[in-house]
């Protein structure tokens, strides 16, 4: 702050200006604004008041207007070091790389003696692609600060730079580099003993920075090694580290792990709301509803939880109540700054049992439609003539780790694809990493980690990358980017796999499908053209080998088992009944439901209760939880015929339940999400497993449970059956798939 700007001012200024900023410490950004706009009415020169009107408005992501509060102070203040790295910031964060660092070389250079920009500067650098000069930056940063700082306070500060360089590095993929930087963090601590530095702060940063070394080197595949630091970090005592260790050992799957720490953070610190809040996050996220919703409450009995009703919402829809679910997340959705619930409410959509296939589509084009509000023209790309290259094809998805659909479908995919037509780049958006996510950045021509980078960031290094084709592999799911997409970030954007149908999306120009879930006359369905693939229009071809059941001549003398591997959101009220006329009308048939849900007793209740109300002996009914992949797989043995959900079919479920020798009675529905069952039957030659409506469902399910003979025959070829079909040949799919793509480029 310059206090001799303010000290010259009036005294209306000055007051202004004091009451604005204690606003702005207190996280009051209108009345923070409104103050240094008032302070400037008095003084307009008032540079103080113009800096801290710019920190308002990049808070409230104007952007362009607090680039030009940064500017008007430097007319004024040419030498104001905060000013100049704050507007480095600001750069950065709209993707303007080359004037961030700019900006960096100015506070540097009015500041030689501060470590701050040379900090900044060794963030932006390696994105400019001067790796070198990054590494020289972030040695003269601490150069700087070991000169600035006591003995005591030296380890600490400079394990604290150590620590956001190892951030750094990991953002930008330098996975190696950021081991380095993390290591010297720890280097630099292990000093602190001889220094005086206390105990406790040096204690807690060391968990810290093995949090996020522990991070790296999980990435690196030492997993061993890794496991080793994150026990370690579990031995802090602190909430904040607590937590980031908490929501770290979800990421990476360790999802025991992951509740042994928080439950161990709410003992510490009993009364802190959002200790509370994190547990009961993470027990919904594990499908532990009963206890999830008992620590709400607790959180709440502490302190106003605001988003308290979205993870209701949340616990609704994987309870099966899709139609509460959607009702909680479009009001949200509606409130100022709640665009971000949008999704959610679309997703649900697609389980609901009373929305028809065109109310789903208006919906979705209704949540959608402001996201191509100020959107790039086709026209404004700047691309080279495709004849004689290769085209640029662009794909952006959180979602390549292990039992992830989308992994388990893109593999095969990216394995086949020609590299002498496509040169790819995959923006990574996610911040789970595992052997699986190594293999696809193997198979990936250019993988850019891009988890940490805003729209603007990602829409700005996606033009630089001349990007023909840009594909979508999330849809509505989690850590998606429709609000890129809405703006258009390529001349040419298509969605697939993620999500199952249009996404409703303005500027989302082709969705790919097939002949069943996008039948001819379907259009007006969906907000994008459809690109038909031949077979079907996901291929599961894995690669992983799955031991195929033996099948031996008794199991057609055993009770018939229906089953279903279903995740519970799909077991909707309509999906229940029919499942129960169907075991009443099957006698001695039983039923097996496995799902992560199925872990919790709560859940196991629930659906026990509803299926007894439809007239279920429970005593016909097994539950099972969650296993591996592999175990999950060998489980399929234990069915005879899978029951698809309505109207939310099985996608991954019904394709492993088919290639494990279990064939799925479905019904051909009204829309993408309530087909795939059709057209994987279709696919393998077997409609004849295929129902119009519910009373064929049903009836399809008799007929196909009394023939026990054809029944085991089917079961024992099935997959050989599979082998030979177009729909389960990833070559033919992958070269459809690039057909598909030189379409959309050239339409």
């Excluded at 949340?314 to 009702?327: C, V, W, Y």
């Amino acid at each position: 702050m310059n206090e001799a700007a303010l000290q010259a001012s009036t005294p209306l200024a000055v007051k202004a200006f004091n009451d604005a900023h204690e606003a702005l410490r207190q996280g009051q950004l209108g009345q923070a604004l409104a103050g240094f706009e008032e302070a400037l009415r008095v003084e307009p020169h008032l540079a103080p008041a113009l800096l801290g009107r710019a920190r308002c408005l990049v808070q409230q992501g104007q952007w362009l207007p607090a680039r030009e509060a940064f500017a008007a102070c430097l007319r004024l203040e040419p030498k104001n070091y905060s000013a100049w790295l704050e507007a480095g910031h600001l750069c950065r964060q709209m993707g303007e790389l080359q004037q961030a660092a700019g900006a960096y070389q100015r506070a540097i250079d009015v500041a030689p003696e501060r470590y701050e920009a040379p900090l900044a500067m060794a963030r932006v650098l390696p994105l400019l692609r001067q790796p070198e000069l990054a590494e020289q930056a972030f040695a003269d940063a601490l150069q700087r600060l070991a000169q600035g700082v006591s003995e005591v306070e030296r380890p600490i500060r400079l394990a604290d730079a150590a620590q956001r360089m190892g951030q750094y590095r990991l953002e930008q993929g330098d996975v190696s580099g950021a081991v380095r930087a993390l290591q010297l963090g720890l280097q630099a601590l292990a000093t602190g003993e001889a220094t005086g530095t206390p105990v406790d702060e040096r204690d807690e940063l060391r968990a810290s920075l093995n949090i996020d070394l522990g991070e790296a080197l999980w990435r690196l595949g030492q997993s061993e090694a890794a496991m080793q630091v994150l026990t370690a970090a579990s031995a802090a005592t602190a909430e904040p580290t607590l937590a980031r260790l908490g929501a770290l050992s979800f990421r990476l799957n360790l999802w025991q792990e992951a509740l042994a720490v928080l439950r161990r953070n709410v003992e510490l610190h009993p009364q802190s709301a959002n200790g509370h809040w994190n547990l009961a996050h993470l027990l919904a996220e594990c499908w532990q509803m009963e206890e999830a919703e008992r620590v709400l409450q607790q959180a709440e009995a502490l302190a106003p939880m605001p988003g308290a009703r979205a993870m209701r919402a949340s616990m609704a829809g994987r309870r099966g109540d899709a139609d509460t679910a959607l009702a909680i997340y479009r009001e949200l959705a509606a409130e100022p700054g709640g665009a971000s619930y949008a999704s959610s409410a679309a997703m649900s959509s697609l389980y609901s049992d009373r929305l028809s296939a065109q109310q789903v589509a208006d919906l979705h084009r209704d949540l959608f439609a402001s996201l191509g509000q100020g959107a790039r023209s086709r026209e404004s790309f700047v691309r080279l003539p495709l004849v004689g290259r290769r085209i640029r094809l662009g794909m952006v998805s959180a979602d390549f780790h292990h039992q992830h659909p989308v992994n388990i479908f893109m593999q095969p995919v990216l394995r086949e694809l020609d590299r002498s037509r496509f040169e790819v780049f995959l923006y990574f958006t996610g911040v789970s990493y595992d052997e699986q996510t190594r293999l696809a950045q193997q198979r990936i021509e250019h993988w850019v980690e891009a988890a940490t980078l805003n729209d603007t960031q990602l829409a700005k290094r996606i033009d630089a990358d001349s990007i023909d084709l840009l594909l979508d592999l999330a849809g509505h799911t989690g850590q998606q980017r429709m609000s890129l997409f809405g703006k258009r970030a390529a001349p040419v954007q298509a969605t697939y796999l993620g999500y199952p149908g249009s996404t409703g999306v303005p500027n989302m120009d082709w969705v790919l499908g097939d002949e069943v879930v996008t039948p001819v006359g379907s259009d007006s369905l969906c907000s994008e053209r459809i690109a038909r693939l031949p077979g079907t229009v996901f291929c599961f071809a894995p690669e992983v080998e799955y031991p195929y059941p033996a099948f031996p001549d008794e199991t057609a003398q055993q009770p018939l088992t229906f089953g279903s591997f279903n995740n519970v959101p799909k077991l909707t009220p309509r999906t229940l009944a029919l499942w129960a006329q169907i075991l009443k009308a099957v006698p001695g048939s039983r039923l097996l439901l496995k799902a992560p849900s199925f872990s919790d007793g709560g859940a196991v209740r629930l659906f026990g209760e509803r299926l007894q109300k439809l007239g279920v002996n429970l005593t016909r009914v097994e539950f099972r939880g969650p296993t591996g992949l592999t175990d999950m797989m060998a489980e399929y043995a234990d069915i005879d015929i899978a029951l698809d959900p309505v109207p939310y079919n099985g996608g991954t479920t019904s394709l492993q339940a088919m290639w494990m020798g279990v064939p799925v009675v479905t019904q051909c529905g009204e829309h993408f999400v309530s087909r795939m069952g059709a057209s994987f039957m279709a696919a393998a030659g077997l409609s004849e497993w295929v129902a119009e409506d519910d009373d064929g469902y049903v009836r399809v399910a008799v007929q196909m449970a009394q023939d026990r003979a054809a029944l085991l025959a089917l079961k024992r070829s099935l997959r050989d059956r599979l082998k030979t079909r177009r729909g389960w040949d990833v070559v033919a799919h992958t070269r459809a798939m690039e057909a598909a793509f030189v379409e959309m480029v050239n339409a």
